[in-house]
Each structure stands twice: as C-alpha cells, then as structure tokens.
C-alpha cells in the first residue's frame, strides 16, 4: 500500500527558505507524478507545482503555480523514494498545511497526513 | 491564473440532494474534461471523490455524481447522510500541467 509523509522544519523565519520532503512508502516515486498542494489556516487549497521524474532519461520535469514559479522549486531524489520543495522569501501568508499528493487522472488519489509550517520570527 | 468559484456554503436536510457549482473559464474547465472533487473533514486531508468530471474513484459511494455544461462543473450528493458535512473543493486542468483549485465550499447536514 502507497503512503506519502511529509517532514521538514515546522517553523520558518519571514524572507527564509521553507523545505520539505515528501517520502514514498510501499511503491517507485518514479512510477507517478507528485504535486504539492497547501492550505493556510480556515482557507482553500492552492496547487503549488508537481514534478514527474523519468525513468528512461533518469530526469524530472517540473510545473509550477504561475504565481509562485520565481520562488518554488520541486524536486526528486529517487534513491530515497523522496521528493522535495522548497520556497524562497516566505511570508507569514504562507503560514499552512502543506501536502504531497499523487497525481492520477488528472486528479490527486493520494495524499499525505499533512505538515503545518509556521511562518513567524 | 485565477481560482474557480465555489459557493461558500451548502446545506440539506439527510435524504435529501445538494448540488454544488464550480465555475471557471474556456482555459480550464470548460476546455477540458478534468475536473475532480475533494471532501475534506476537519483536520483531515482531502479525499478524492469525482475525477474527469464524473467517474468516481473506487469505494466512493454512488450517492457522489459529477457533471459539466460549459464551464460550469457540478457536484450532486444525493441522500444526504451526516458524515456527508464537510467542506468540498473542485480542481480543474488549466493546460500546460497546471492545475486550479476552487475556494471550497461547505456543506452542511
């Protein structure tokens, strides 16, 4: 059975680096596509990017929200079954849950637990 | 490019059917057959319960059904139950492997 598990460092410093990582148990990452997707406190999800690694070419290729494409960037590390994000200059506006998620048909079929990062000095 | 619009709330008395919108534009919902829906309880991460519009994943009840006319997508639960509350979002494809979320809607039983 496939699960995802978010990690990282719950709390972020304002205009610091936010960085997670997101862990594939019980199946390939390189098998399914990934996105990230975050949800601040009593609000809406909001899709941040996902990331689809290649086996044949052993690369990844990334798609990001237009609005976070200059500070987003979404990785893998496929000899851990992990892959990461990272968000530059945050702000207390980005204070949320944020998730990793499987795509599938165009939808997410698959999501981890959640981890909440706080954006606070 | 700009969030679809959800109503902010929904309620039903159990048995009975709600139906919930989800607007976009020709660049995502209304161009392609790729919006999926999500039930989030409190707490909770979201669940998939509609892709491509209306197929429903397996182990979702039938009382889920999806549709879209134009650019509008629609979500009906029929048969209200209680554990039915919660808060649902649509997600539409908007080409170029971005995707859109709705602002959520709650739905209250």
Same mark, same amino acid.
């Given at each position: 059975?496939?699960?995802?598990?978010?990690?990282? !460092?719950?709390?972020?410093?304002?205009?610091?680096?936010?960085?997670?990582?997101?862990?594939?148990?019980?199946?390939?990452?390189?098998?399914?596509?990934?996105?990230?997707? !975050?949800?601040?406190?009593?609000?809406?999800? /909001?899709?941040?990017?996902?990331?689809?690694?290649? @086996?044949?070419?052993?690369?990844?290729?990334?798609?990001?929200?237009?609005?976070?494409?200059t500070r987003v960037?979404?990785?893998?590390?496929?000899?851990?079954?992990?892959?990461?994000?990272?968000?530059?200059? @945050?702000?207390?506006? /980005?204070?949320?849950?944020?998730?990793?998620? !499987?795509?599938?048909?165009?939808?997410?079929?698959?999501?981890?637990?959640?981890?909440? @990062?706080?954006?606070?000095? | 490019?700009? *969030?679809?619009?959800?109503?902010?709330? *929904?309620?039903?008395?159990?048995?009975?059917?709600?139906?919930?919108?989800?607007?976009?534009?020709?660049?995502?919902?209304?161009? $392609?057959?790729?919006?999926?829906?999500?039930?989030?309880?409190?707490?909770? *991460?979201?669940k998939l319960i509609? $892709?491509?519009?209306?197929?429903?994943?397996?182990?979702?009840?039938?009382?889920?059904?999806?549709?879209?006319?134009?650019?509008?997508?629609?979500?009906?639960?029929?048969?209200?139950?209680?554990?039915?509350?919660?808060?649902?979002?649509c997600n539409s494809? *908007?080409?170029?492997?971005?995707?859109?979320?709705?602002?959520?809607?709650?739905?209250?039983?």
């Amino acid at each position: 059975q496939v699960q995802l598990q978010e990690s990282g !460092r719950g709390l972020v410093k304002p205009s610091e680096t936010l960085s997670l990582t997101c862990t594939v148990s019980g199946g390939s990452i390189t098998n399914y596509d990934l996105s990230w997707i !975050r949800q601040p406190p009593g609000k809406g999800l /909001e899709w941040m990017g996902y990331v689809h690694h290649s @086996v044949i070419s052993n690369s990844a290729s990334t798609n990001y929200n237009p609005s976070l494409k200059t500070r987003v960037t979404i990785s893998v590390d496929a000899s851990n079954n992990q892959f990461s994000l990272r968000v530059t200059s @945050v702000t207390a506006a /980005e204070t949320a849950v944020y998730y990793c998620a !499987r795509n599938w048909n165009y939808g997410f079929d698959l999501w981890g637990q959640g981890i909440l @990062v706080i954006v606070s000095s | 490019q700009s *969030a679809l619009t959800q109503p902010p709330s *929904a309620s039903g008395s159990r048995g009975q059917s709600v139906t919930i919108s989800c607007t976009g534009t020709s660049d995502d919902v209304g161009g $392609y057959n790729f919006v999926s829906w999500y039930q989030q309880h409190p707490g909770k *991460a979201p669940k998939l319960i509609i $892709y491509e519009v209306s197929k429903r994943p397996s182990g979702v009840p039938d009382r889920f059904s999806g549709s879209k006319s134009g650019n509008t997508a629609s979500l009906t639960v029929s048969g209200l139950q209680a554990e039915d509350e919660a808060d649902y979002y649509c997600n539409s494809y *908007a080409g170029g492997n971005i995707r859109v979320f709705g602002g959520g809607t709650k739905l209250t039983v």
